[in-house]
């Protein structure tokens, strides 16, 4: 077993990243990228990946709402533990963010940001009926902070990838019966 966050992970992970970043032509990357923030392995992809292509984008990690120890860790500066009581964003649920991912998203991000279920439900059905692509919790939770900050982005460009379609079939078809 390989844990939620580790080194050989980061590096698999940034492969799409950089994949990400160098679709764009250098300054036309989007000003804001919205990285889903789980164990952390994700985030600090995107963060080496920005790096590694020079890009300039910021950084903003995005938390379940209902797990949030990555938000209460960044804004306290250290590792906080934090209840986890999201049913939809289970690739977010974490309790314990890692020291060393920490220590990266604390260097790396500009801000970080908590969706509601609610949010990521809406996003799944948004990426469904527009793209017919299906999306996890976390795998949506991109786009979910992407509309909830849309009046700070107004007028920049953003980004996000869409990731992981890991979602029951029966939890699917609750969040699309619910719109």
Known sequence: MVPSFHRDLVRGV??????????????????????PLGQGSGF????????????????VGVVSAHATTYLDSFRAGRVREAPVTTVLADGMACRIADEEALQIVLREADDIVAVTDDEVAQAMRILFADTHNVAEGAGAAGLAAAIQQRSRTEGQAVGFALTGGNV????????????
């Open 14 to 35: 940034m492969t799409y990243w950089v994949e990400f970043f160098e679709s764009f032509a250098r300054g036309e990357e989007p000003a804001v990228v919205y990285v």
């Open 168 to 179: 029951d079939s029966d939890v699917f078809a609750r969040v699309l019966a619910a719109a």
């Open 44 to 59: 600090c992809a995107a963060a080496a990946a920005r790096a590694h292509t020079g890009a300039r984008s910021r950084l």
